[in-house]
């Protein structure tokens, strides 16, 4: 199984700030993923990470809130710029392990105010 | 878009009595999923369904994959205060496959 570890664990923002999540990965792997944990909520998938090239983004959110790098097989970062109170969330990156499980990190727990 | 529905969102238990969450997906999943969230921790996986019908057993833990590969069930047994926290399914789709998760169940279990 992988291990992921995902930086900062938790974070206090003002808003109109950006904030960058970063997510290591002990082995290579080919997806990585980015969701959202809303309090109280399920994990919503906000994009796939893809090595060299640019993110694939699910309905509902965009690059230029969520921007994603993934400069190699190992790392990913996600961005949430701009914030505001409505992104506070807990914020997991995740990695599949083939088509079997997916393995998360530690999550982020964002807090706006 | 595809879902998957979970039921119930909160089951209250006294301990040592039995435990069931229920998934539903609108279309036919290729797989599914089972995770443990505790209290401020992240997801764990529990355990992969694939085949048609197909069920498994963990210690307490019964998984169920249903014929039409559209639905799902996580039974415990004689729960216990470890037990406490959100099951969560989710399906993979046949599509496009990405998972997607059920709202969760929380589970609380009263010693």
Redesign the interface.
């Given at each position: 199984s992988a291990v992921i570890s995902q930086k900062p664990s938790r974070d206090i923002c003002q808003r109109g700030t950006s904030l960058t999540i970063q997510c290591q990965v002990d082995s290579q792997v080919t997806m990585m993923?980015w969701y959202r944990q809303q309090p109280g909520?399920?994990?919503?998938?906000i994009a796939t990470a893809n090595q060299g090239s640019e993110a694939t983004y699910e309905?509902g959110f965009v690059i230029d809130k969520f921007p994603i790098s993934r400069p190699n097989l190992t790392f990913s970062t996600l961005t949430v710029s701009n914030m505001s109170p409505e992104d506070s969330s807990?914020y997991?990156c995740s990695v599949a392990g083939g088509?079997?499980?997916?393995?998360?990190?530690?999550?982020t727990r964002l807090t706006v105010v | 878009g595809q879902q998957v529905m979970q039921i119930p969102q909160y089951q209250h238990v006294q301990e040592g009595e039995d435990f069931t969450t229920y998934c539903n997906s609108s279309t036919t999943l290729s797989n599914i999923q089972w995770y443990k969230q505790r209290p401020g921790g992240h997801p764990v996986f529990l355990i992969q369904l694939v085949k048609s019908g197909e069920v498994k057993k963990q210690k307490r833990l019964t998984f169920q994959f249903g014929e039409a590969k559209k639905n799902s069930s996580l039974h415990i047994t004689a729960t216990q205060t470890t037990d406490v926290g959100t099951y969560f399914c989710a399906g993979r789709s046949s599509n496009t496959g990405k998972l997607i998760f059920g709202q969760g169940t929380t589970l609380q279990v009263k010693p």
């Open positions: 993923f909520q399920s994990l919503t998938l309905s807990i997991l088509e079997v499980e997916a393995f998360f990190g530690q999550g | -």
